[in-house]
């Protein structure tokens, strides 16, 4: 509930700051929407390209002819966590 609450208030702040700044600075509305949406579709593609690469790994060493993939499946388990 306090998690719900503080991220509430905050995001009445962010909002209540960036319509102050679109005020007086009416020249980098554009700019600013821009970036907002450049910086959201990043945050989506991103962990899409970041988790793609070890399931990727882990999917050739789990399907291979060879089963002894185990270093393979090792590294894809690793990249996961970084």
Do not use: D
Not at 51 to 61: D, T
Request: charged share 5%.
């Amino acid at each position: 509930m306090i998690f719900f609450i503080l991220n509430f208030v905050l995001l009445v702040l962010f909002w209540y700051y960036l319509t102050c700044f679109n005020a007086v600075y009416r020249n980098t509305q554009i700019y600013l929407i821009e970036n907002t949406f450049i910086s959201f579709g990043f945050s989506l593609f991103y962990p899409l390209i970041i988790n793609i690469i070890p399931m990727i790994i882990r999917m050739c060493s789990i399907h291979s002819k060879n089963k002894n993939q185990r270093y393979t499946y090792i590294v894809s388990q690793i990249l996961q966590v970084i």
